[in-house]
T-cell receptor, first 111, second 114 residues
Framework: DTGVSQDPRHKITKRGQNVTFRCDPI?????LYWYRQTLGQGPEFLTY????????KSRLLSDRFSAERPKGSFSTLEIQRTEQGDSAMYLC?????????FGPGTRLTVL | GDSVTQMEGPVTLSEEAFLTINCTYT??????LFWYVQYPGEGLQLLLK?????DKGSNKGFEATYRKETTSFHLEKGSVQVSDSAVYFCALSSRGGATNKLIFGTGTLLAVQP
């Protein structure tokens, strides 16, 4: 399967813990995006990488959030000191030009 | 800022009925427009897209036409099937921006009954 993959698919954590998610984009895609989707809403943009450079971050991305794409391939999204409000589906997408391809998402539940 | 407005769901139809899901947008310039579909338990899938005015995107029997004069991109299908039951998201990507990030509507749940 050559689509976008994300790991883990589900994560349950306690408030205050740190969590890290991984995204592996489609191999030839140089653009990578992270979005967050809460129940009943459309995805909201968090951050964007072109190759290894992080070129845009949403105001939704507080200081507790950090994302990396060290070699321009896979990406990680870390949330420090998780809060209950961080519970959501975290989506990764990749593209060459317009039209992004999404992974299955990581569902985070913060207890 | 840029935004997308979709008709609220759920939309409940009988099999073989005609489907319309309304979508309008607000954007500076001329964005690219998309419909994504999310089947139960699955990730978002690109259904169709249109990149300029009067373009028609089509896929799997679904169509949508980019209408600049009414800032709309309504999704239509002539005869729905039970397998079309899903959440449908309208989205735009602004031209001129470096990121091509997507701005989504809130989604419309379609339930097709046999």
């Amino acid at each position: 399967d050559t689509g976008v993959s994300q790991d883990p698919r589900h994560k349950i954590t306690k408030r205050g813990q740190n969590v890290t998610f991984r995204c592996d984009p489609i191999s030839e895609h140089n653009r990578l995006y992270w979005y967050r989707q809460t129940l009943g809403q459309g995805p909201e943009f968090l951050t964007y990488f072109q190759n290894e450079a992080q070129l845009e971050k949403s105001r939704l991305l507080s200081d507790r959030f950090s994302a990396e794409r060290p070699k321009g391939s896979f990406s990680t999204l870390e949330i420090q000191r998780t809060e209950q409000g961080d519970s959501a589906m975290y989506l990764c997408a990749s593209s060459l030009e317009r039209g992004q391809f999404f992974g299955p998402g990581t569902r985070l539940t913060v207890l | 800022g840029d935004s997308v407005t979709q008709m609220e769901g759920p939309v409940t139809l009988s099999e073989e009925a005609f489907l319309t899901i309304n979508c309008t947008y607000t954007a500076t310039g001329y964005p690219s427009l998309f419909w994504y579909v999310q089947y139960p338990g699955e990730g978002l899938q690109l259904l169709l897209k249109a990149t300029k005015a009067d373009d028609k995107g089509s896929n799997k029997g679904f169509e949508a036409t980019y209408r600049k004069e009414t800032t709309s991109f309504h999704l239509e299908k002539g005869s729905v099937q039970v397998s079309d039951s899903a959440v449908y998201f309208c989205a735009l990507s602004s031209r001129g921006g470096a990121t091509n990030k997507l701005i989504f509507g809130t989604g419309t749940l379609l339930a097709v009954q046999p």
